[in-house]
């Protein structure tokens, strides 16, 4: 059965930091696409990042670009997000996804594209 489930959200202050990992049951990652997504409340969810598997592209939103990394683990088999300098408006429930395409492309940020989807992993931003 193909699990993904999210971990490493938390409540931080503006400015801060949080490091957000991915992990797969019932597939390998590696082998996969990964994207990012956030749904803020009364909000429609939106895609962060996605990335490729090797030799393919990243895609991230413009508005964490310089802010947000993406990365794979390959030792740990996992994908995690790296968030920094946060504010108020990266509030959210994060969720990664799969990606059953070549690469990640020009629709990354669609979320008909992905195929498994985790549960989530809030981050709450507040002073």
């Known amino acids: 059965q193909v699990q993904l489930v999210e971990s490493g959200g938390g409540g931080v202050q503006p400015g801060g930091s949080l490091r957000l990992s991915c992990a797969a049951s019932?597939?390998?990652?590696?082998?996969?696409?990964i994207g990012w997504f956030r749904q803020a409340p009364g909000k429609e969810r939106e895609g962060i990042s996605c990335i490729s598997i090797s030799g393919g592209p990243t895609f991230y939103r413009d508005s964490v670009k310089g802010r947000f990394t993406i990365s794979r683990d390959t030792i740990k088999g996992t994908v995690t997000l790296q968030l920094n300098s946060l504010t108020p408006e990266d509030a959210a429930v994060y969720y990664c996804a799969k990606n059953p395409r070549r690469w990640c492309d020009t629709l990354w940020y669609q979320e008909w594209v992905y195929d498994s989807w985790g549960q989530g992993t809030q981050v709450t931003v507040s002073s």
């Open positions: 019932g597939f390998a990652l590696d082998y996969y696409n």
